[in-house]
């Protein structure tokens, strides 16, 4: 690239900012917000500020194809040219498809919202092989299933800047998601309400005018107590719910069983604060601004269906400060939409074999939000060989000995493996277990269009650097992959007809009539859009209308109405008497990256306990030792340090995410020691519809620990 300042827009975190990137002599001088970006106004963070161009730059980062030269996970490696990487990976997959099967193949990404995440799924199709695993059970799946089944389509669209309440739950933006931040404290200084309900006083709960701290887990039970009152008190959207919603009689009498009184029985809520929480909430517009404390949990998809059921009876859906819509120009495609176009999809009979299809349908398979797999199930298959075997798997952009739940069954699950390849920018504890490790480019280095449901605007990730070394985006790996499986007679249909990213991107950019030099010169593309055209955009539910008794769940035997299920109630005498959350986001890391980054290691150095002083007295811990972590029913502990603070509520315990240390020995570099996930289960239980097994919520114990502990 000349020298010169390029609109782009920083993908290293879903809030997704317009940036403005400063190229000078070749290298990035500068990476800083785009003021004039509609979503992002000006919001950025540190981490795309420094954290992204250190990430590119960094010593360690690897530059060339390697193959294992020692046992698996030794550390030995030796450096190979693409060509032998390519063959040897072509002659492996082909050799495991031959002798297993294609089902026996397996690709792991992080989810569909970026082209990457589609391009595994269509690589593993073109090899025969429906699965592909995606974080978003860990995620955001359970809102994404229900706002699918419920027919509402609006996720990303917060409109914070024109609301009049918003009603923040689970969601601490402050340090997930700045743009919303700076939305929400702009919307408080002219005046909009601010309702947060979250178990611990987040930066949002603080400016909050209302600040409900419901038990953890019991969130659904507190909403539908909200929508008792918005009924009872005819402070709903009649017109709505007669014209455009399924169910509603059904739902008015589910609600019934959840008067304020019997809520605050569940939640710990007081009923006043429920009853005063609706009524803000009733006065419109109100945004529903939803995050992971609601999600990614055994009950999350109930618990999102109630949110999603008030939303749609009190009038906020798609309407001028409720929650948006998402809209597309015409003939635009996103990555969603390619995952479910039958001209892409394997035959029904091999499509209905992806694993946890049979009993997540919503969730896996063709049916499926994304078309993934169910991890936990694909963890079985690979230690048990059942429902049938997966021996080989090629992991790209996700750190799954890390991030996945129950760490040392992951690990042992990819160990197991007959072949493992895994494409990083750095030598990951997941990477540390590959037969063959491929350099990826990062996202200064790649082409990305994508589309930004907030504005709503089509965003463009500009490519301002050359790949440094011999890394290669997901795309150009698979063409070339397929090429040579083609070679070898392993792919029955390429799924991937593209010759590279910029052709894949345009195919995004269809007949929209937008085009890659428009988004180059502004950063992103503006749209025409209607809103609250019900009779235009429709509902694609079985009923056609928003189904707040859901048809979907009802023919499979689920509930179909929203419900609570609280989690037992962790009593000061048991063996395990306080909760744990997990995934409190820090403002340095984005889950398990950056670690390697000294600036970011002297602001957050260690993982942290959040823990109330009265629980810290009694077990006899002072602020700053180091912890065991032990949950009930879990796979092993997890060392963390105390931090005494009554923002938690007494018992309850916060921690974060993403732990290890690349300093510490390998393969593991303290995977076992130092990462939540060392101490949670993946076993269930699991939600019913996405399968998503409990972050939180986690009945636990706490023991004061020693500094140090052996790796292992
Ligand atoms: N800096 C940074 N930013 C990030 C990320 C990152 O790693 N680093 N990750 C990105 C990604 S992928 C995601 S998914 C988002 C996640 O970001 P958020 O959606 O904000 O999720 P969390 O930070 O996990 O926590 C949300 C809040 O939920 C609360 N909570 C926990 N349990 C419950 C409960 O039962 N009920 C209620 N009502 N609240 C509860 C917690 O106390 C916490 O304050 O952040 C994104 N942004
Ligand atoms: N216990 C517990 N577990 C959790 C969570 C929790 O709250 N609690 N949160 C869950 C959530 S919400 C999520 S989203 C997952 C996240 O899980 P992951 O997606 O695994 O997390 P990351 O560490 O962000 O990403 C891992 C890898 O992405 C690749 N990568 C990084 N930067 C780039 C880039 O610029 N381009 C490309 N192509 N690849 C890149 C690198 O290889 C990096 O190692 O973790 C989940 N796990
Ligand atoms: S919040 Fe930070 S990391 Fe996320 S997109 Fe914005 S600048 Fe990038
Ligand atoms: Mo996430």
């Known amino acids: 690239m000349r020298d010169g300042i390029y609109p782009s827009t920083c993908w290293e975190c879903s809030t997704t900012c317009g940036s403005l990137v400063t190229v000078r002599g070749g290298k990035v001088a500068k990476i800083g917000p785009n003021p004039d970006h509609p979503v992002s106004r000006g919001a950025f963070c540190v981490k795309g500020i420094r954290a992204l161009p250190e990430w590119t730059d960094q ?22 040219s693409w060509d032998e990487a390519l063959d040897e990976m072509a002659d492996r997959l082909a050799a495991v498809r031959k002798k297993h099967g294609p089902l026996a193949l397996a690709g792991a990404v992080s989810g569909a919202f970026f082209s990457r995440g589609a391009v595994m799924a269509l690589f593993m199709r073109s090899l025969g092989s429906p699965n592909w ?66 178990p611990v006083r987040t930066p949002a709960a603080g400016v909050a005018d209302l600040w409900l701290s419901p038990r953890p887990g019991t969130d659904a039970a507190l909403v539908l107590a909200m929508i008792h009152v918005l009924i009872s008190e005819n402070r709903y959207d009649r017109n709505i719910v007669d014209q455009w919603c399924h169910g509603f009689d059904a739902l008015a009498q589910r609600a019934v069983d959840y008067a304020p009184a019997v809520a605050a029985e569940i939640t710990g809520v007081p009923a006043e ?40 009876i009190s009038g906020n859906l798609d309407r001028p400060g409720g929650n948006l819509r998402i809209k597309k120009p015409p003939g635009f495609r996103t990555s969603m939409d390619l995952l ?91 990477a540390a277990l590959a037969d063959v490790v491929l350099p990826k480019t990062t996202t200064l280095e790649e082409e990305e269009v994508s589309l930004q449901p907030g504005g709503p605007v089509v965003a463009y990730t500009n490519p301002v650097l050359p790949p440094r070394g011999e890394a290669r985006c997901d795309l150009a790996i698979a063409v070339d992959l397929i090429a040579r499986l083609m070679a070898r007679g392993a792919i029955d249909k390429n799924f991937l007809p593209w010759p590279d990213q910029r052709a894949f991107n ?45 048809e979907t769940l009802a023919r499979l035997g689920l509930d179909p109405l929203p419900a609570c299920a609280p989690p037992p109630v962790a009593d000061a005498g048991s063996d395990f008497p306080l909760v744990l959350l997990t995934g409190a986001r820090e403002k340095t890391y984005h889950h398990s990256r950056f670690r390697e980054q000294a600036w970011a290691r002297k602001v957050s150095p260690a993982p942290i306990l959040r823990i109330h002083p009265d629980n810290a007295a009694t077990i006899g811990i002072a602020d700053g030792d180091w912890v065991e972590v032990e949950v009930k029913g879990g796979p092993g502990t997890c060392r963390l340090r105390a931090v005494l603070t ?32 060392a101490a949670v289960s993946y076993n269930g239980p699991w939600d019913p519809v996405s399968g998503s097994a409990d972050t939180r919520g986690l009945r636990c114990r706490i023991t004061k620990a020693a500094a140090q502990r052996a790796a292992g």
Not at 59 to 80: E, K, N, V, Y
Not at 284 to 311: E, N
Not at 510 to 535: N, V
Not at 647 to 660: A, Y
């Open 59 to 80: 010593a360690d980062r690897i530059l060339h194809p390697m193959r294992r030269t020692g046992p698996r996970g030794s550390g030995a490696w030796q450096r190979i």
């Open 133 to 198: 695993l995606i974080n978003q059970d860990l995620c955001g799946g359970c809102r994404g299933v229900s706002d699918r089944i419920t027919g509402l389509a609006m996720t990303g669209g917060e409109d914070i800047e024109r609301t009049n309440c918003a009603l923040v739950v689970g969601r601490n933006p402050q340090a997930a998601d700045p743009a919303q931040w700076m939305a929400l404290k702009r919307a408080k200084a002219r005046g909009a309400r601010v309702v947060v309900i979250d």
């Open 273 to 312: 604060q429920i009853v005063a929480a609706a009524r803000l909430y009733a006065d419109g517009p109100s945004t529903f601004v939803s995050g992971h404390g609601i999600d990614a949990f055994s009950a999350g998809v109930q618990t999102f269906r109630a949110f999603h059921s008030l939303v749609a």
């Open 340 to 430: 479910h176009d039958p001209a892409f999809r394997l035959a029904d009979d091999v499509a209905r074999q992806t694993l946890g299809a049979e009993r997540f349908p919503l969730w896996a398979g063709s049916d499926g939000w994304q078309t993934a797999c169910h991890n936990p199930t694909v963890i079985e298959a690979i230690l048990t060989g059942k429902p049938y075997p997966v021996r080989a798997m090629y992991v790209s952009g996700v750190n799954i000995a890390v991030t996945y739940p129950d760490s040392r069954r992951t690990v042992a699950a990819l160990r197991a493996l007959d072949f493992l390849v895994v494409a990083t920018q750095t030598m990951t504890p997941t």
């Open 506 to 550: 345009e195919f995004f950019l269809g007949d929209s009539g937008i085009t890659i030099a428009q988004l180059a010169a502004e950063g992103y593309a503006a749209f025409p859009h209607a809103r609250g055209d019900f009779a235009v955009s429709g509902f694609a539910t079985p009923s056609g209308k928003i189904e707040l008794y859901s």
């Open 646 to 677: 009554g923002d938690v509520p007494v018992g309850v315990v916060s921690t974060g995410m993403g732990w290890w240390s690349p300093e510490a020995p390998g393969p593991e570099h303290g995977v076992f020691d130092i990462n939540i996930n």
